[in-house]
């Protein structure tokens, strides 16, 4: 016996064993064929329903017996995946045609199990025999099922386009197919056109074939991703559900939900409304039904009173399978291979497929009518001259004989012969030469037709027609789901998911930030923010969730937060710091922070900036970003590398205020905000003030009235002083300004602070050895421009300042009122 081991490294034996594994999937599993749109399982199940008879016209049989047929005689895998396949087939909300009828449970939308096989009664639906038609006839090509006592075939005739009406989903070794199904009507009268018309582009066939037609109905967004699919092969759309809303007592309105998105799982879906409901993600929910029923599907969102219906139903849309994205992806095995498939490709194979299941019927008939044609000319002879037939046949010895006798004397074929010593004695005396001859010429003319279709491929195409037009009629029926051209941009309105509530909000200098109930403010000191000390709040204002807040900082970057997203903490907790999301730099500050209802008001935030630059920006320019939430934006660009945004303010367009300005060698300079041009937020602005060699801006402010405006000046040697802007007039923009405080020679004054007083306001001051000085400005006697104050501070004992907070009083409501 030779030696039969084969030595192979392991990747050959891997390499070779998976090629052919990954064959078999790919070809004998999970991708339908292009001719008749079925998978082997599933056609192997229908071809043993028929052979067993189990067909629409008769009754119906239990599950198990067809499965077991089909496991024993062709398919030998699991019942399981055979009862799976079979029970598919016999789903209306996955195929736009079934081609099985089940008696008992066989599923449903919300992904209950069918009953077991055992339970379940099925048979082949009355569409399915169109499938099988013919198949008789030596249509199609047949093949020895897996233990040789049996043929199967290789494909159905299929007398519709069963791949793109019911389409296909699968996935194989490399390979997976996604098929939507298609309206039956519109697929042939394409294929009608393209039978015309074969050098048809893709816009007129899409003239006939609009899109997919799902079971489930639906509404399809997106016509050019269906062409895409259709000339590609790939493609993707949306699909949502068929909503309306209905108006209830007393001011209520329900969503009702009448079509599903298509293999929506409709349990899951409604699970995930309620739990949104529950999670109070959207504010307007009172309750999810599912109400469906034997009339039909119906999912109610009951809202409460003065909800927003359509703001709810948009957000459903984004979050929820009430609408979802379908991919094409039309893979199918074409040539034995598996393709990529375009509509015109697969119309194209599909009347290649029934051209050829139409010769070879017609040349089996033909060959059947011409068989029985012979059959009937030599009756027709034998009745001619039946008495020396009969004597021939009664002085024979044998039935062989007789056969032999009638070809030599009278020239009968052996054929011929055949029929005339098999004929019955009782058929001698009703043969009717006029039946026989009738039965000829019938004979002669159906030959005629089917030589005319082998002849002329335009004949055969029109009995195509014929046939296909038929099955039109028949099965036909309208458009269950709708296609619109564009897909709909989902915008979800912040009132939807955000409750309207009041809460505090609070910005500090060093970066803190969050929102409290007012439950939680009332509950403590208002001064219990939970701030260190040497931090101080820049912003504290009571504000709505669906408010929006800016932070400005001393580098010129600005935060954007809607309130509803900043982090909600105990009005005594510190909250979160920008840097936790924001990446801003360690000594980076906010210097202002603003709170708008509505950021499509008017208006422009001011920033000026110590190296002497002021601009406008208006708050259109300053729009959140996609990436707000990890960015900041940018305010103002800061040409020196040590320069820092000094102040911010926001006014309405074409403010009449002025701008005063004072440096830290105490030059001040007030002129028209008009004169500051409204730019970019990406730009440097325009010079404010012109420094001396290293002098720099410490602050500048914004005056309604210069009249009755005053500002308090603090220097680093501990000097306040009070002073009216009318001492400084408005002069332009640019210049050196106006000396506010006196030089002196020795040890002269440099200013550290400056901002507005009035008679509510009080100072917090921090010196360079961290002691905070508190500051009460109406204690100071208002000075002139070339006075330097009054000592307020000891620097030796209380340190050097460096930092002026000022905030203004103002009686908040009590808890009571």
Do not use: C
């Not at 594994?21 to 790919?26: E, F, G």
């Not at 009339?295 to 927003?308: M, P, Q, T």
């Not at 945004?645 to 008009?674: C, D, I, M, R, W």
């Amino acid at each position: 016996m030779a030696n039969q081991i084969q030595e192979m490294t392991l990747e050959e034996v891997m390499g070779e064993r998976f090629g052919r594994y990954s064959k078999y999937i790919i070809q004998e599993r999970a991708l339908p064929d292009v001719r008749d749109g079925l998978k082997p399982v599933q056609r192997r199940i229908l071809f043993a329903m028929n052979e067993d008879g189990n067909t629409f016209d008769k009754g119906f049989r239990k599950s198990a017996k067809s499965v077991g047929n089909v496991m024993g005689n062709y398919h030998p895998h699991g019942d399981s995946s055979i009862y799976e396949a079979m029970v598919r087939l016999s789903q209306d909300w996955k195929l736009r045609a079934p081609l099985i009828e089940m008696h008992g449970n066989n599923g449903s939308m919300d992904g209950d199990p069918p009953a077991a096989m055992r339970y379940t009664e099925a048979r082949l639906s009355k569409i399915s025999a169109e499938m099988l038609k013919d198949i008789d006839k030596d249509t199609v090509d047949m093949v020895l099922n897996f233990d040789d006592t049996a043929q199967e075939p290789t494909v159905l005739p299929a007398a519709f386009p069963n791949l793109l009406v019911n389409g296909a989903t699968g996935i194989s070794s490399g390979y997976a197919t996604d098929i939507p199904p298609h309206n039956l009507r519109e697929v042939i009268n394409a294929i009608l056109y393209l039978l015309k018309h074969p050098d048809a582009d893709l816009d007129a066939l899409m003239n006939f074939v609009q899109g997919p037609d799902f079971p489930t109905g639906g509404i399809i967004q997106g016509l050019a991703g269906i062409k895409q699919a259709y000339q590609t092969g790939r493609g993707k759309i949306v699909v949502r559900s068929r909503t309306h809303v209905e108006d209830l007592r007393g001011g209520k309105q329900q969503i009702v939900v009448s079509e599903l998105p298509y293999e929506v799982n409709k349990a899951d879906l409604v699970k995930k409304i309620d739990e949104i409901r529950v999670a109070k993600k959207v504010d307007g929910i009172a309750e999810v039904r599912d109400e469906s029923d034997r009339f039909g599907l119906s999912v109610v969102i009951e809202l409460k009173k003065d909800a927003n219906a359509e703001g709810i139903q948009t957000y459903l849309f984004k979050n929820t399978d009430l609408q979802v994205t379908y991919n094409f992806n039309m893979v199918a095995i074409a040539d034995m291979k598996p393709k990529q498939l375009g509509l015109k490709p697969m119309l194209e194979a599909y009347i290649k497929h029934r051209q050829q299941v139409v010769t070879r019927r017609t040349q089996y008939d033909l060959a059947k009518a011409q068989a029985r044609e012979h059959i009937v000319q030599g009756l027709i002879k034998m009745i001619s001259i039946l008495d020396q037939v009969i004597k021939t046949i009664r002085g024979s010895k044998d039935k062989a004989d007789a056969k032999k006798n009638l070809v030599a004397e009278y020239d009968f074929s052996t054929a011929q012969a055949e029929a005339i010593v098999s004929l019955q004695l009782y058929r001698l005396t009703n043969t009717d030469i006029t039946a026989l001859e009738a039965e000829a010429a019938q004979l002669a003319k159906a030959i005629a037709g089917y030589q005319a279709i082998l002849g002329d491929p335009k004949t055969r195409d029109q009995v195509i027609e014929t046939e296909l037009a038929a099955i039109a009629k028949t099965y036909g029926d309208d458009r269950k789901s709708t296609i619109q051209n564009e897909i709909e941009a989902l915008e979800v309105d912040t009132t939807v998911t955000v409750a309207d509530e009041r809460v505090m909000v609070l910005v500090s200098r060093d970066g803190y930030m969050k929102r409290s109930s007012l439950r939680s403010y009332q509950a403590v000191d208002a001064s219990d923010n939970g701030l260190k000390e040497k931090d101080f709040p820049i912003f504290d204002q009571e504000m709505g969730t669906l408010q929006h807040l800016y932070i400005i900082t001393n580098h010129g970057n600005v935060i954007y937060r809607p309130v509803h997203e900043i982090t909600d903490a105990r009005w005594k907790d510190a909250g979160e710091h920008l840097s936790q999301t924001v990446g801003i730099d360690a000594d980076e500050q906010v210097i202002a922070a603003f709170g708008f209802d509505d950021l499509t008001q008017a208006g422009n935030f001011v920033l000026g900036s110590s190296d002497g630059y002021i601009k406008q920006t208006a708050l259109a320019d300053m729009q959140p970003q996609r990436n707000y939430k990890s960015r900041p934006m940018v305010g103002m660009k800061l040409k020196a590398k040590d320069a820092v945004v000094t102040n911010a303010y926001f006014v309405e367009p074409e403010s009449k205020q002025t701008v005063f300005a004072v440096t830290n060698q105490a030059y001040g300079l007030q002129f028209a905000l008009s004169e500051v041009s409204v730019i970019g937020a990406r730009a440097t602005g325009v010079k404010s003030i012109d420094l001396k060699d290293q002098d720099f801006v410490v602050n500048f402010i914004l005056a309604d009235d210069p009249e009755s405006t005053e500002v308090g000046i603090l220097t680093q040697r501990g000097a306040f002083k009070k002073m009216k802007l009318k001492e400084m007039g408005v002069a332009t923009r640019a210049r050196r300004g106006l000396m506010v405080l006196r030089e002196l020679k020795k040890a002269p004054h440099r200013i550290v602070a400056m901002n507005v007083v009035d008679d509510n306001t009080t100072l917090t001051v921090l010196t360079d050895n961290d002691t905070l000085v508190p500051l009460d400005p109406n204690a100071s006697p208002d000075g002139d421009r070339y006075s330097n104050g009054s000592f307020v501070i000891d620097t030796e004992t209380q340190g050097v300042p460096t930092y002026v907070h000022a905030e203004t009083i103002i009686d908040l409501p009590s808890a009571e009122n």
